[in-house]
Each structure stands twice: as structure tokens, then as C-alpha cells.
């Protein structure tokens, strides 16, 4: 009886495997894949296995490596070219994550989010929009974009800036980010701040 039991157990093990091994070879070949436009790529300044440091304003600072890889097209998520960039860091008192995906899209739409997490905070986007040239758009709802700046004694151009709730509220959570070096840093209602090291 031990025996007829195992068997059957065997036998319901490899009839899953063949089941899940089949579902995945179902899924045809794309015969057209959508890239990615091209002006969003060159719009994302990072690049893998990149390593990045961020100063906190308590004195302290950590490094974050960047990872970016492009996942293969498949007919199920309508053959759309995916490109996802993340990178993540922390020290004992501060942390922050960021995760960007574009993909493949057949209306002419220059736009990408970028979502990041710092110190376990709730999560917060960045809408990224571009103009045909393929720099940024300028002043959306989303955010504002400050010609020239200094933040954390580095001096950046074209910086979009993204206040979460009103600009003039202790309160607010700011965002800063521009084409040429990405994340630049965020300043968080309870007075921390993390920005990318002097560049």
C-alpha cells in the first residue's frame, strides 16, 4: 500500500512539472516587439553595476550599485520591450531605494516614473516628462524645473524639482532630479536630507 501511495505522489509531482514546464513554452514568440524609444534610454543617466554615494545630513554617507537589465519581450505582456534600473543603499540610520522601468509604447508618450523609498517612509514617484528633443519638458503639476541650483554644495542645471504638499509647509517632502545624473537627493519633513555626493 506504501508503495501504490508513493507512486501516486510521483506521479502528480512530474504530471506539475510537466504542466508548469508547458505553460511556460506556450507563450508564442513576439513576431514585432515596441522598444523602448531611444530618447528615453539616453534620458535614465545610469548605467549597470554603477556605484553611487549618498550623503545624509547627519554625517554619515553609503553606497548604492546600480542594476539595469532589459527583459525579454513576451506576447502575454504585449510585446513590449521592458528596461528596469534599481538601486538601493543604507547605514544604521538612513536608506533609500529607487526603481525605474520604461517600456516599449505604441503612442508617442516620453515619460517614465521613477519611485523611490527613503528611510522607510512611504513611497513616493517622480514623473519624468520629456520634449521631443528629449530633454525635459519643463513646468508640469508634477514639478518645477529650476534652471540653476545648488544642493549639498554641488551646482546642477535644469533640476526638477517635486514637492510633496505645499512648498511652503515644514512639512513637505522635496525631490530633486535631473538628466545628467539622476536621483540628485531628497529632503524629508523631519530635517533629514540625502543627497548624492559633490560631484
Given at each position: 500500500m506504501k508503495q501504490i501511495f508513493s507512486f501516486f505522489l510521483l506521479t502528480i509531482a512530474i504530471t506539475s512539472c510537466s504542466f508548469f514546464e508547458g505553460s511556460e513554452g506556450d507563450d508564442p514568440p513576439c513576431e514585432e516587439i515596441t522598444r523602448v524609444d531611444a530618447r528615453l534610454i539616453n534620458a535614465i543617466p545610469?548605467?549597470?553595476?554603477?556605484?553611487?554615494?549618498?550623503?545624509?545630513?547627519?554625517?554619515?554617507?553609503?553606497?548604492?550599485?546600480?542594476?539595469?537589465?532589459?527583459?525579454?519581450?513576451?506576447?502575454?505582456?504585449?510585446?513590449?520591450?521592458?528596461?528596469?534600473t534599481t538601486f538601493s543603499g543604507l547605514n544604521v540610520n538612513s536608506s533609500l531605494n529607487v526603481d525605474i522601468l520604461v517600456f516599449g509604447e505604441v503612442e508617442e508618450l516620453l515619460t517614465y516614473g521613477l519611485n523611490y523609498t527613503a528611510n522607510g517612509r512611504r513611497g513616493r514617484s517622480i514623473s519624468v516628462i520629456l520634449d521631443e528633443a528629449g530633454t525635459l519638458a519643463g513646468d508640469t503639476p508634477f514639478g518645477r524645473i529650476i534652471p540653476d541650483t545648488t544642493l549639498n554644495g554641488s551646482t546642477y542645471t535644469d533640476v526638477l524639482a517635486v514637492a510633496y504638499g505645499e512648498p511652503t509647509d515644514p512639512q513637505t517632502e522635496m525631490a530633486y532630479y535631473n538628466l545628467s545624473f539622476g536621483l540628485i537627493g531628497v529632503e524629508l519633513p523631519d530635517g533629514t536630507s540625502i543627497f548624492l555626493a559633490n560631484q
Open positions: 545610469y548605467r549597470d553595476e554603477q556605484t553611487l554615494t549618498f550623503e545624509v545630513s547627519d554625517g554619515t554617507d553609503f553606497m548604492a550599485v546600480v542594476r539595469r537589465e532589459a527583459f525579454t519581450p513576451q506576447m502575454i505582456t504585449g510585446c513590449l520591450e521592458e528596461i528596469s
